[in-house]
């Protein structure tokens, strides 16, 4: 044991050191042991009372991806229970009574710490209270009956049948965007000159609008979501600072580039920091992401963003978007997007750059008929398709995934109509708009369409 960090409330939080071995072994004894001891009478823990005649146990559970070992425990009526937490796993856990309290501090891999959860005179549950970890299995149940204390060997958690609340919030379909709101600007800078890129990143969960009526704790790069879009050419270096300033580990994975995953897209704990290089190899537009698990809770919580290498002798053209669709499964109000939604991939919404109907509510303007305009397109996901179209017009470039599918000029190709991209693929169409007026933007997929993915341009 390296040190004792003893509380004055009673709780302690004891940080130790173990090779993979020890790690092992302790791993074993806590899913096969799983002891249950009588302790002393009064242990001096804060928060519920001790009965008189209670009877003081204490029981030892582990945590790890996603799950609390064992999952159930059984203890007679009017047990003193403590529970003996220990983090087994690879991440930051926690264990929390229903309710909140009484609960252990975050506990980082290989910490344990008591939990005094006191006279226990019904059934209750506790989880980790890190988002989505819930969800995914992290659950103990303490169920209150029989006399004899003893343990009930749990079979390992689903996690789907811990479903938290249906619904979560609801857009308001008449609403407005509230005072506040902010449209994401579209518009897409060239690349900067030179050859190497340095670009801070900082993870940050923030409160964000997102539909009308609708306000979720949005995890993000630099509190955007999607997150600043960086862009270069073949051969240039991009060196990454990633700031973790949030409350949870976060991470990043750059599709663009072509490197270990236990490295450079390690997740890091909150204050920590990590810098990821790379050299841009080939052109696209590449997806980045948090890659943490559940990688399906971060990214769908919004920690996505692009890179953009353009391809050799890439053509002047008039105007440049981007528009990054992502689908999105609301919690309740000022809370995290839905992970048990998420694992049906039914979107509550989908969405260009983060708001449902975004430029709907504020048309693009600014360009005229015949000149030209090109539009990037990324698929973020976490788990819907897109088929990107304009109402009224045809696509006479496209390009997917490294390759032209089309390219204007060249007597043998047709025209476009829709660019379909599956999640982390992206692309760019050109086109024209022929004459004045409103031009609508979907993903013809119009399910989606009808969920908010589409936005309006006003030619001339
Ligand atoms: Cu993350």
């Known amino acids: 044991m390296m040190e004792d960090r003893s509380k004055p409330d009673g ?5 130790f050191a173990f090779g993979p071995l020890a790690a092992g072994v302790l791993g074993v004894m806590a899913l096969v042991v799983a002891l249950v001891t009588g302790m002393g009478k009064s242990d001096g823990a804060g928060g519920a009372t001790v009965a008189a005649n209670a009877e003081p146990k204490t029981v030892e559970v582990s945590l790890a991806e996603f799950a609390v070992t064992p999952a159930k425990i059984q203890v007679p009526a009017g047990t003193d229970l403590t529970i003996h937490v220990m983090n087994m796993g690879t991440m930051a856990h926690d264990l929390a009574v229903e309710g909140g309290e009484p609960r252990v501090p975050m506990l980082n891999p290989g910490e344990m710490a008591d939990l005094h959860v006191g006279v226990v005179s019904k059934t209750t549950q506790a989880w ?3 988002p989505g970890h819930k969800q995914l299995g992290m659950v103990l149940t303490i169920e209150v009956g029989g006399s004899s204390g003893t343990e009930v060997a749990a079979a390992a958690p689903t996690g789907t049948d811990q479903a938290v609340a249906p619904g979560g919030a609801t857009i308001d379909p008449n609403g407005k965007p509230g005072p506040d709101w902010k449209p994401f600007d579209p518009t897409l800078q060239p690349a900067p000159g030179g050859t190497e890129h340095k670009v801070e990143l900082h993870a940050t969960e923030v409160q964000k609008e997102v539909a009308p009526g609708v306000t979720q704790e949005v995890w993000t790069f630099n509190g955007q979501s999607p997150g600043p879009t960086l862009r270069g ?5 991009f060196t990454v600072t ?3 300033d949030g409350k949870f580990g976060h991470s990043i994975d750059f599709h663009a580039s072509q490197t270990n995953m236990d490295q450079d897209m390690r997740t890091i704990q909150p204050g920590e920091s990590l810098v990821y290089q790379f050299r841009a190899e080939y052109s696209g537009i590449w997806m980045y992401h948090c890659g943490t698990a559940p990688i399906l809770h971060h990214i769908g919580n919004g920690m996505f963003g692009a890179v953009i290498i353009d391809p050799p002798d890439l053509a002047p053209v008039d105007h440049e978007y981007l528009f990054v669709q992502s689908d999105m499964y609301f919690g309740p109000n000022g809370q995290p997007g839905d992970l048990t939604k998420m694992m049906t991939a039914q979107p509550d919404a989908v969405v260009f750059n983060g708001y449902y109907n975004q430029y709907k509510f504020a048309p693009i303007t600014g360009i005229q008929p015949g000149e030209r305009v090109r539009i990037w397109v990324l698929d973020a996901g976490p788990s819907d398709i897109s088929s990107f179209h304009i109402v009224g017009t045809i ?4 390009y997917k995934e490294g390759a032209y599918l089309l390219q204007r000029g060249n007597a043998l190709s047709g025209g476009s109509q829709a660019l379909d991209l599956m999640p982390a693929q992206g692309g760019f169409v050109e086109l024209q708009f022929a004459k004045p007026g409103m031009y609508v933007m979907v ?3 119009f399910a989606d ?9 006003q030619i001339g």
Do not use: E, P, Q
């Open 11 to 15: 709780s302690s939080r004891i940080a």
């Open 443 to 445: 993903t013809h997929r």
């Open 242 to 244: 990633l700031y973790n």
């Open 395 to 398: 696509f006479d470039t496209v």
């Open 449 to 457: 369409a009808s969920r908010g993915g589409l936005g309006v341009f």
């Open 233 to 237: 050419k073949v051969g240039d270096v």
């Open 128 to 130: 980790c209270t890190v």
